[in-house]
C-alpha cells in the first residue's frame, strides 16, 4: 500500500475491440494459433485451424475479429447450417494471447452472442473433449454441452454443443 500523500499509478485496462473479420486477420494470428484450436480443427474436421478460418470467413455472413491492445486474440463468427430450422454452426479460433486476457474477451463475447441468435435461433457445433478452456466458456455462455462422444473423421471424443430458443 503507497504511502499517504504519494502517488499510484493507476492499473491501465486492455483496451478490446471487436470488428469485422478480414482476411489478412488470418494472415497475422496464423502464426500464433492457440495449439488446442490446432488439435481440435485436425482431430474434429481433418483440416489446420488457418484452413478452418479460411472456411469460417468464406461462409459466415457474421465473423468478428477480437483484439486486446492491438493484438488478435480471436477470430469467430457463425456460419449458415440449415436455412429450414434456423441452424448457425459458431465457430472460434484463439491464439496464445487468448487466456492472458480472457475476462475482458469473455465479458464483450455475450453481445456477439446475442446478435448470432438473432439471425440463427439455433446454434449448434462441436468441440473437442480436451479442449476445457472452451468447454467451461460454453457453459458460460449458456450452450448446453452434451456428453463426450466420437466425432469426426479420426473418431476423437467431442461434445456435441447447443442452443436453441
Known amino acids: 500500500m503507497a504511502e499517504p500523500g504519494r502517488y499510484v499509478r493507476p492499473v491501465r485496462a486492455p483496451f478490446v475491440s471487436i470488428e469485422p473479420a478480414r482476411p489478412e486477420d488470418v494472415l497475422e494470428s496464423s502464426s500464433t494459433i492457440r495449439q488446442a484450436d490446432r488439435d481440435e480443427c485436425l482431430a474434429l474436421a481433418n483440416m489446420t485451424a488457418e484452413t478452418a478460418m479460411w472456411r469460417g470467413l468464406e461462409l459466415s455472413p457474421m465473423a468478428w475479429t477480437g483484439r486486446v491492445d492491438g493484438g488478435i486474440v480471436a477470430i469467430f463468427g457463425v456460419a449458415p447450417g440449415c436455412e429450414a430450422t434456423g441452424l448457425g454452426i459458431p465457430w472460434l479460433v484463439g491464439t496464445d494471447a487468448l487466456p492472458l486476457h480472457a475476462l ?26 480436451r479442449n476445457t478452456a472452451a468447454i467451461r466458456w460454453l457453459r458460460w455462455l449458456g450452450f448446453h454441452v452434451e456428453l463426450a462422444v466420437p466425432i469426426g473423421p479420426n473418431r476423437v471424443p467431442g461434445h456435441v454443443f447447443w442452443m436453441r430458443g
Open 104 to 129: 475482458p474477451f469473455l465479458r464483450n463475447s455475450r453481445g456477439y452472442l446475442a446478435l448470432m441468435r438473432r439471425a440463427y435461433p439455433w446454434l449448434q457445433n462441436v468441440v473437442d473433449a
